[in-house]
């Protein structure tokens, strides 16, 4: 199993979406193991965005991501990472597919609703980034052997 990273974003906050996001992840299969909202500081912005900071519309992301607090959580399945960007859609909202939150809820390159973990090994830095050991949950999820083929597990 992987374990990935979603920001709601100040987008999905602002605009209601929260619920209408979480409830796509929930009905895909996938686990909710951890879940908290959080005002984004200056350092974990830059560390999230490591790969933007020399970007002149660093700033921009910046404040884009502190407008309010966000919901950060932790999605659980086979293959996880990938399922989660797919079901993200592209950056661009005005390109990113119908069917995708990205392309169902938003026109916009930087308020596009959620942020995905890229690859797996993001994916595990990100989830230490944004939550200590005791906030991730392990449990059993009952319906798992009707989300997955037993040859799948
Ligand atoms: N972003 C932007 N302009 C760009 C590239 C990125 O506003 O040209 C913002 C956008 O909100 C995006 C985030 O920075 O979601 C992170 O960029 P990345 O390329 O990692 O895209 P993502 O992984 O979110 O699809
Ligand atoms: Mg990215």
Same mark, same amino acid.
């Given at each position: 199993?992987?374990?990935?990273?979603?920001?709601?974003?100040?987008?999905?906050?602002?605009?209601?979406?929260?619920?209408?996001?979480?409830?796509?992840?929930?009905?895909?299969?996938?686990?909710?193991?951890?879940?908290?909202?959080?005002?984004?500081? +200056?350092?974990?912005?830059?560390?999230?965005?490591?790969?933007?900071? +020399?970007?002149?519309?660093? !700033?921009?992301?910046? /404040?884009?991501?502190?407008?309010? !607090?966000?919901?950060?959580?932790?999605? /659980?399945?086979?293959?996880?990472?990938?399922?989660?960007?797919?079901?993200?859609?592209?950056?661009?909202?005005?390109?990113?597919? !119908?069917?995708?939150?990205?392309? +169902? %809820?938003?026109?916009?390159?930087? /308020?596009?609703?959620?942020?995905?973990?890229?690859?797996?090994?993001?994916?595990?830095?990100? &989830?230490?980034?944004?939550?200590?050991? +005791?906030?991730?949950?392990?449990?059993?999820?009952?319906?798992?052997? %009707?989300?997955?083929?037993?040859?799948? &597990?």
């Amino acid at each position: 199993m992987e374990r990935t990273l979603v920001i709601l974003k100040p987008s999905a906050i602002q605009r209601a979406l929260a619920g209408e996001v979480i409830r796509r992840f929930e009905r895909k299969g996938l686990k909710l193991c951890a879940i908290k909202m959080m005002q984004l500081s +200056d350092e974990l912005i830059q560390q999230h965005y490591a790969h933007l900071v +020399d970007r002149p519309f660093f !700033p921009r992301i910046k /404040e884009s991501m502190q407008a309010t !607090p966000v919901i950060v959580c932790c999605w /659980e399945g086979i293959e996880a990472v990938q399922v989660v960007r797919d079901l993200a859609g592209t950056t661009n909202g005005r390109k990113a597919a !119908p069917g995708s939150i990205r392309g +169902d %809820f938003g026109v916009s390159v930087q /308020e596009n609703i959620i942020h995905a973990s890229d690859t797996v090994e993001n994916a595990a830095i990100e &989830l230490n980034r944004f939550f200590g050991a +005791d906030e991730i949950f392990d449990y059993q999820q009952s319906a798992l052997n %009707f989300i997955y083929a037993s040859d799948e &597990l």
